[in-house]
């Protein structure tokens, strides 16, 4: 049973925030790192504090750690080469394998995200911005006192209008699908992905495969702990409206390519498999049929739900696809940052987009895989395609819609995201803070 | 659409270098072998455990069951051909195990290694010397297993270079259904 009193909160619970901050770190020193794990231990929240769902506790704040920050801290040079090789290595050395080059390489990364100090990342999450403000002023005022431990880098994130659905910023509505723990007390959504061991998300328990894998040591460190993968993508939301409107001489026809793109409406997230020529409100917001489909059954050819768009490619539900996709899920947290751009508005060229951390146990066979194969694998599905956002594009690309009689090619399509940041993160459990805090 | 270089119609050879690629470039597990006219695949060469050799030919009956059970079994690995030999050049028993594909098979390994052990392979492995002893929770050692058993080819050929498994069954399907359509029309 997962100990929920143990695991940070993060990839468990979505506190009622509308906004959030990340602060990238880094310790100039080990004592001093030591000294601010301790002192923000106390107020991370668990996943049984934060599911309790008190309003007055407000303890939403998560710490992660990268490979150096773990060496930095004081982690024994055999317990750091009990961690994955992915983990260790970083992100950066992984760009290649990942996509992450030309205009996607980490020569062009912001925020410093890049840097060697970086040592760690907090996560703020606060109800409003009064609540953000008062957050950031504690924490500033406490890294007045312990000068060794320097903000790298901030991000604000913060919701777009309209506010009454959760979206990005090409429009699309988010969230739709997260994988479900078994035994947490909560069911999956009917269609969706059968609820999955803790081991898939959590040091310490059997996985998918039926028993515990190899973790990193010592145990007090890695157990309920979870691995993060920070990605930080640039959406160009002027590129991508000029795209809708070359495609689509109506509205009605834009939304449907946007819908194309996607494999779902973009203001409800109905899908396509179940209603392919119009959206549908109220399909889009019932939450008990909006993942009730499949593709093998119910759209062999992609002629409702092309097999290139981003569902489709990203969560396969497709036995011919994949026998072991309940062992390629993430969990998905994070939002959007930079300005929102009205709908009638001129592209302002303003540095938008998404920052997400995806949470698992195992980066290659999670992340790693998701990004490289399923995102970014040409041959995936014989579509010499990539995946219209989450793959990295750096020329023009097609994207494949079937469609009786003769298949229609969407051409020139220009690149709608940029990766502009990413780290891998480890992601203790509150025991596994306070050993590091315990170091020497 | 695979990449058909100079068309499926025209046989081609590729001559490759001793490590196995042209350019270094990693996977998520290590070096990416490049596909050639005979497409993606792997040849993996190791020494048996002695007196294993019949535990080894009694599971060729027990894979022929499954795929007969489950046709599909195998399809994510978007697999052309495997073939299982056992031979012994006067350095006692080896097995080969080769594989054709449509993929890189660092892309698939996980599901790979999933399928070994739903279909009984992975208890094959074990007569092998060298298969890592804890390989049920040890998934990066059995990845270097294959690894560094791996003996890439110098030279690969193919009489319909790149063509993948899906666009010759879609072919022959064309085929039957054209051929089909001809009778409904007598």
């Given at each position: 049973?997962?100990?929920l ?26 004592q ?14 668990t ?13 939403w ?28 290595q ?7 394998m ?54 790298l ?5 913060e ?46 328990y059997?996985?998918e ?30 590129a991508f409206?000029e ?83 309940n ?12 300005p ?12 938008r ?17 998701l ?16 995946d219209?956002f ?10 494949t819609?079937?469609?009786r ?36 | 659409?695979?990449?058909?270089k100079n ?16 350019k ?23 020494k ?7 535990a ?16 599909d ?52 492995f074990?007569?092998?010397e ?32 790149y063509?993948s ?14 051929s089909?359509?001809?009778d409904?029309?007598?």
């Amino acid at each position: 049973m997962l100990e929920l009193d143990d695991v940070q909160h993060y990839l468990l619970t979505r506190p009622h925030a509308t906004i959030a901050q990340y602060n990238f770190i880094t310790f100039r020193d080990g004592q001093a790192g030591r000294n601010w794990v301790n002192a923000l231990s106390d107020i991370v929240g668990t996943a049984k504090t934060v599911m309790a769902a008190s309003p007055t506790d407000m303890r939403w704040v998560s710490l992660a750690f990268t490979f150096n920050g773990l060496r930095k801290l004081g982690l024994d040079e055999v317990s750091l080469a009990s961690f994955p090789e992915p983990f260790r290595q970083g992100m950066v050395a992984r760009a290649q394998m990942l996509g992450d080059t030309g205009i996607n390489h980490p020569d062009n990364w912001e925020d410093n995200i890049t840097s060697e100090d970086l040592h760690a990342v907090v996560i703020l999450f606060a109800r409003d911005k009064v609540e953000r403000e008062r957050c950031i002023k504690k924490h500033d005022e406490y890294l007045k006192d312990n000068p060794g431990v320097e903000i790298l880098s901030s991000l604000l994130l913060e919701a777009v209008p309209p506010y009454d659905y959760v979206h990005e910023h090409f429009g699309y509505r988010d969230r739709l699908t997260t994988p479900v723990i078994e035994g947490i007390g909560i069911e999956p959504m009917p269609g969706s992905h059968p609820p999955s061991k803790a081991g898939e998300f959590f040091l310490g328990y059997p996985d998918e495969s039926g028993v515990i894998p190899l973790q990193p040591e010592p145990e007090i460190l890695s157990k309920n702990g979870s691995f993060l993968a920070y990605r930080k993508m640039r959406e160009h939301v002027g590129a991508f409206r000029e795209f809708l409107k070359a495609n689509g001489k109506t509205v009605e026809e834009q939304e449907l390519v946007a819908a194309k793109l996607m494999g779902r409406w973009r203001k409800t997230g109905a899908p396509l498999v179940l209603c392919p020529d119009r959206d549908d409100h109220e399909l889009g917001f019932d939450d008990k049929r909006n993942n009730n489909f499949d593709y093998e059954k119910m759209d062999p050819h992609g002629y409702a739900c092309p097999v290139g768009s981003h569902i489709r490619r990203m969560n396969v539900r497709d036995k011919g696809v994949s026998r072991i996709m309940n062992r390629r899920l993430i969990i998905r947290r994070g939002g959007t940052y930079g300005p929102y751009l009205p709908d009638d508005a001129e592209d302002d060229g303003a540095n938008r987009g998404i920052a997400v951390f995806a949470g698992c146990a195992d980066l290659a066979r999670q992340f790693e895989f998701l990004i490289s194969v399923w995102a970014n694998d040409p041959e995936f599905e014989e579509l010499n395609e990539k995946d219209p956002f989450a793959g990295s594009i750096d020329g023009p690309f097609e994207l494949t819609i079937p469609k009786r009689p003769i298949k229609k090619k969407l051409k020139g399509l220009k690149a709608f995201t940029t990766v502009t940041g990413g780290a891998y993160f480890f992601l203790p459990g509150i025991k596994g803070l306070k050993y590091l805090a315990s170091l020497k | 659409m695979s990449n058909t270089k100079n068309g499926w119609s025209t046989p081609a050879a590729l001559a490759i270098p001793k490590e196995g690629y042209f350019k270094k470039e990693d996977g998520r597990y290590g070096p990416l072998f490049p596909q050639t006219p005979a497409n993606y695949g792997f040849t993996v060469i190791v020494k048996v455990k002695p007196g294993r050799e019949e535990a080894i030919r009694e599971y060729g009956k027990t894979i022929e069951a499954a795929v007969k059970a489950s046709p599909d079994v195998l399809a994510p690995l978007k697999l052309h051909y495997l073939r299982w030999v056992l031979f012994d050049v006067g350095s006692g028993l080896h097995f080969m195990y080769q594989g054709i594909f449509d993929t890189d098979f660092d892309k698939y390994m996980e599901d790979a290694i999933a399928l070994f052990n739903s279909t009984g392979v992975t208890t094959v492995f074990v007569n092998l010397e060298g298969f890592p002893e804890d390989w049920k929770t040890n998934i990066p050692a059995v990845t270097k297993f294959f690894r560094e058993h791996q003996c890439p080819s110098f030279l690969e050929y193919g009489e319909y270079p790149y063509v993948s498994a899906d666009e010759i069954k879609k072919a022959l399907k064309l085929k039957e259904a054209f051929s089909e359509m001809l009778d409904q029309m007598q």
